[in-house]
């Protein structure tokens, strides 16, 4: 089962907070998979393999703005999260899940499952989204099916099969970390995002591909252009309720019962009672039982300890 839980904007140094909790419990088997649904203030996000030449405003442009800045471990370079953009922390083990082959899940299988969810997510809105080889995440406007072929493991790596230029709008970033087969972070899904906010920097590295949002993608679709930004607009729903179609396709990518988490008290409760019982006393293997009196008239022999 895969609990989800949709907390409205949190700022991104509690997020991380939150995450480390909700780890450190999944790891000790307190809790289930967790999905953590939510919207940060402005942030900007540096990977493991990020390099800050792709920060391309000042600090003190970034400051000005309210734009804060965090080095964290998942993988990827710099990303951009504001408002209007669903974002999603799976607190997974990977061990409790299996792959279309039935085999345990690896990271990369996982990545790949999330790009799905995303795209069947986009595929409500009548909005085409794909993959593109080489480029983690999820894409719309791809113009050739060379770039949307399956991607496989060996085609993770950019820089041994680069994509040809110039072509697709990414619409979410993915970057995940894993420990003791443990996910944490996730994705970020463009709704009603300002686009024009990540011109601060070069997003996940990349400088030949637009970034584009669900409501900018309504809109190319409809005429006349007077019409458009009313038409994106009105075709969303509230960011709560797109969580929660969000939540419903990962059960569908992953084969597993969705259920909605009432609130963090409700799942610190639950996972405090687990420790509880599993804190519970219990006689040792050497410890002996007493045969009930009843029991040693019924076999007719006499009251002996017996060892457990």
Not at 17 to 31: K, P
Not at 87 to 96: H, Q, T
Not at 153 to 158: G, I, K, L, T, V
Request: glycine residues 10%; negative net charge.
């Amino acid at each position: 089962m895969i609990e989800y839980l949709y907390l409205g904007r949190v700022e991104y140094a509690e997020a991380l907070r939150l995450q480390s909790e909700l780890v450190a419990l999944r790891t000790e088997g307190r809790i289930g998979n967790v999905l953590l649904l939510l919207e940060h203030p402005p942030v900007l996000t540096l990977g493991r393999n990020a390099s800050r030449a792709n920060i391309l405003a000042s600090d003190e442009l970034l400051t000005a703005r309210g734009v804060t800045q965090h080095e964290i471990n998942r993988g990827g370079d710099v990303t951009y999260h504001g408002p209007g953009q669903l974002i999603g922390y799976p607190i997974f083990d990977l061990r409790s899940l299996r792959n279309a082959k039935g085999g345990r899940l690896g990271p990369v299988d996982f990545v790949r499952l999330m790009e799905e969810a995303l795209i069947r997510l986009c595929g409500e809105f009548g909005v085409r989204a794909e993959r593109i080889c080489g480029l983690t995440g999820v894409w719309c406007g791809v113009s050739t099916t060379a770039e949307t072929m399956a991607c496989g493991p060996e085609q993770q790596d950019s820089s041994k099969n680069p994509p040809p230029a110039g072509r697709g709008r990414k619409i979410a970033a993915i970057g995940i970390h894993v420990s003791r087969g443990v996910t944490s972070h996730g994705f970020a899904f463009n709704v009603t995002s300002d686009l024009n906010d990540f011109a601060l920097i070069n997003p996940c590295g990349i400088t030949d591909r637009a970034v584009t949002s669900l409501k900018r993608e309504l809109e190319l679709e409809v005429e006349p252009e007077s019409a458009r930004e009313a038409a994106g607009a009105h075709l969303l729903p509230a960011l709560e309720t797109l969580a929660n179609q969000a939540a419903r396709q990962f059960g569908s990518v992953l084969n597993e019962q969705v259920l909605a988490v009432e609130s963090l008290d409700a799942l610190r409760a639950r996972a405090r009672d687990v420790a509880e019982i599993s804190a519970q006393e219990f006689p040792a293997e050497d410890t002996p039982l007493e045969i009930p009196p009843e029991l040693e008239r019924l076999r007719g022999v006499k009251s002996r300890p017996v060892s457990a």
